[in-house]
């Protein structure tokens, strides 16, 4: 889930925010940038984030996608970065892992599965590891129907202020 970028100052403030998803991933970085002024936008797919990076300026925009998708689109963007320093890339396995990562679900002690998911993840039954994370935390949140998990929708307990500082916090940001 490295940053790419030429910053070396790391937590990045960006202008912009360029969400790979339209999904839970983008309500989810859209009320992060509400809440500080920051414009965030859908690409509505991996192939649109290109035509999204076409339009800027001067600003500092952070592209948001999952690692677990992006790889062949890679070269291409790492390109764009080439020419545009004010660029940075941050690629996580998925949002679901980011959630796991993040400490959000009670109990989940996700230590091992993250550092070796392959160990876990029969690739029979998953067709990525981002199919795998996303039920992973669908069953492990389905504990409590106030932190129910869908793609589709993001409950409210996920922008809980405590619940966002995690994710950051397991991005990077310390909020």
Partial sequence: YQIYSKFQNLPVHPDKIIVEDSNSGYEFFNAIGQENNILCESAGGKSNIFSKLQSIGQETVCVIADGAAIGPEMNRLYEI???????????????????????????????????????????????????????????????????????????????????????????????
């Avoid at 989940?108 to 550092?115: R, S």
């Avoid at 392959?118 to 039954?125: K, L, V």
């Fill in 81 to 175: 970065t080439e020419r545009k320093s004010n660029i940075v890339l941050y690629f996580p396995e998925s949002f679901e892992w980011l959630i796991l990562k993040a400490g959000v679900i009670p109990g989940a002690d996700m230590d091992n599965i993250l550092k070796n998911p392959a160990d876990y993840i029969e690739s029979a039954q998953y067709f990525s590891w981002e199919q795998y994370f996303t039920e992973l935390l669908i069953r492990l949140s389905s504990v409590r129907d106030y932190m129910r998990y869908s793609k589709e929708k993001l409950m409210p307990f996920y922008l809980q202020e405590e619940n966002v500082q995690k994710i950051l916090h397991a991005m990077g940001q310390k909020g």
